[in-house]
């Protein structure tokens, strides 16, 4: 089962510890594996496995506990928390008239958590690259665009050239992608409950505004 979270305050505590690499997710899983995204930005439609740095997995609990199905991500800006505070608040935009935000997330959902020795070594870490550059370091490499299909449908994707050790790509100050591994099985699986879900839903702002390309802020 993993590690329960029932309370805010619980949550605090594990954030403010905790020293992994981290993905948050709807529903139960037991692997991740090597997608593409087809994101807005490039650099996140790299082809692999997409994890928040130990820094920053306070957003990876916002990920896990807002519905999908129910708000899509780019709806999403994340304020980053300020201690002694470790969990942030979330903005929704495009709001336009009365939303509980309660209903924009899941009744329980999961935080898994990979320990760098799990992982392959961050040998090239380029999240002080602007995107261009970053792409253009990566096609000097040997990075090509190609049509990936997944789930029935065909993404494009910026694919490792054959050969290329699996290792750790950072593509910004939050997020980093595992590159030539196919699947990483978590070192511990951490489940929010509905009860900390409902404190969560009091740290979220409905605005107006579209949020933009700033949705780390």
């Given amino acids: 089962m993993g590690i329960i979270i029932q309370t ?16 948050g997710k709807n529903h139960r899983v037991d692997h991740l594996y090597a997608t593409a995204a087809q994101s807005r930005f490039p650099t996140e439609n790299i082809y692999g496995i997409y994890l928040a740095r130990p820094t920053h997995v306070w957003m990876a609990v916002w990920m896990a506990i807002t519905d999908r199905v129910k708000i899509k991500k780019r709806r999403l800006r994340y304020i980053t928390p300020r201690a002694p505070d470790h969990i942030g608040a979330l903005c929704v935009g495009g709001v336009t008239t009365f939303v509980d935000p309660r209903d924009w997330l899941c009744t329980e959902a999961y935080l898994y958590l990979f320990g760098p020795a799990r992982l392959p070594s961050e040998q090239r870490d380029h999240q002080d690259q602007t995107e261009t550059t970053l792409l253009a370091t990566l096609a000097s490499r040997g990075y090509r665009w190609q049509d990936i299909e997944r789930n029935r449908s065909i993404r494009r994707a910026l694919v490792p ?11 910004d100050r939050w997020q980093v992608v595992v590159v030539n591994t196919p699947t990483i099985v978590p070192t511990i699986e951490i489940v929010l409950t509905t009860s900390v879900i409902d404190a969560l839903a009091k740290r979220i702002i409905p605005q107006r505004e579209i949020v933009g390309r700033d949705y780390l802020v």
């Fill in 161 to 171: 050239p054959p050969g290329e050790p699996a290792q750790i790509i950072g593509i």
């Fill in 8 to 23: 805010e305050s619980d949550l605090q505590r594990l954030l403010s510890l905790n020293r992994a690499y981290a993905n």
